[in-house]
């Protein structure tokens, strides 16, 4: 556009040169018409033709083919003509031919500025390219690399540098950084729920189902019953608990007292042998009352009272409770490096790994702080209520 806007502008440069020339000369013509001298041009290449001189057939033939406007035309020697007619005083015509051919300037050039512009077109052409193909790279190397990280090693996400960036590769990049944690995170307690429920449910199962073979020998006893009954009700609580604990949802709180229901969990928990061969110390007041959720409470308490029964070093359990925490303490020898993440067990342990980790799940659920340390051969949970 701009090589053709500037053609123009040559072009019209030099018919407006031509005109002028021709515009004084036709002046300088008129004065001498009026002086009485003849019609004659100081231009060598201009040609005048008075009314008392007779045109020659071939001007004749130009004056023809010139447009009555623009008053240019190309003869068949393509000589380049401008003609203009001059008015004299008397009315009469004269006419002016001026040969512009060896005036132009354009044509002579135009092989040279065709080859200018081509060359100064592929040049362009190519630095475009150059530039696109480099803001291209930028662009979309980012692009490439998350799509491999995502697509090879999802997890190396979170310690991208991408995560940093504030154009859209980095929006991008954190979108997918929280849709994958919250995929991750639903998917780990998916797997924590059925960790939970096989690790809460295996000993009420055992019990249900030691009863149900009592029964086809004999008759359940009222206590028997009462028994199964609580066993039964607590599978029910516990796994509505455990499902609001996976579905992270609120858990519903109420308040309660806390040493009824410890000494209660304590005696369902336990059988006889254990409560007669465990020391327990607890120093709970009675009117201690604390606002939670009582069946996640419970499983809790449980998980803690098995953990002391089957794994401390001596039968002996303290639990006290005030008004800004509550304590479980037991005899130990060694504790694992993270008791309270997933899969972490003593090295005597049979189990998953799951119980202190529900623990400390349940008590974020309900925004306690849960604090695990050994020392001085003291083993200490410590569960510090919300303000």
Known sequence: MFAAIAFVVSFATEDKVIENVLNEESGYLLQRYQDGLNLTSRLANVVVFSPDRAMPYEYQELLADASPTEREVTDKKQQHWHIKTLVLPDGRYAYIFLNATTWLALPSLKNEITILLLALMTSSILIAFAFAYALTRKITSPLVHLSELLSTQPQKITTSKMLERDDEIGLLARTFHRTLSSLQSALDR?????????H???????????????????TLQPAELAELERQIEYVGNCVQSLMALARAEEVEKES???????EETLMSTLSPKQLEAFEFQIEVPYEL??????????????NLLNNAVNYARSPKL????TKEYWRFSNHAKLLPDAPLSRHSKGYASKGIGQGLYLVDRIAKAQNWDC??????NTFTVTLYWSN
């Open 289 to 302: 009352k604390i606002t939670a959720h009582k069946e996640l409470s419970i499983v809790l308490i449980r």
């Open 190 to 198: 998916e797997s924590d729920f059925t960790r939970d429920v096989g």
């Open 371 to 376: 604090d695990c340390i050994l020392a001085d």
């Open 200 to 218: 809460e449910l295996r000993t009420p199962i055992a019990v249900i189902k030691n009863f149900l073979t009592l029964q086809r020998r004999r």
């Open 318 to 321: 303290k639990i006290e409770a």
């Open 256 to 262: 309660f007292l806390l040493r009824a229901v410890l």
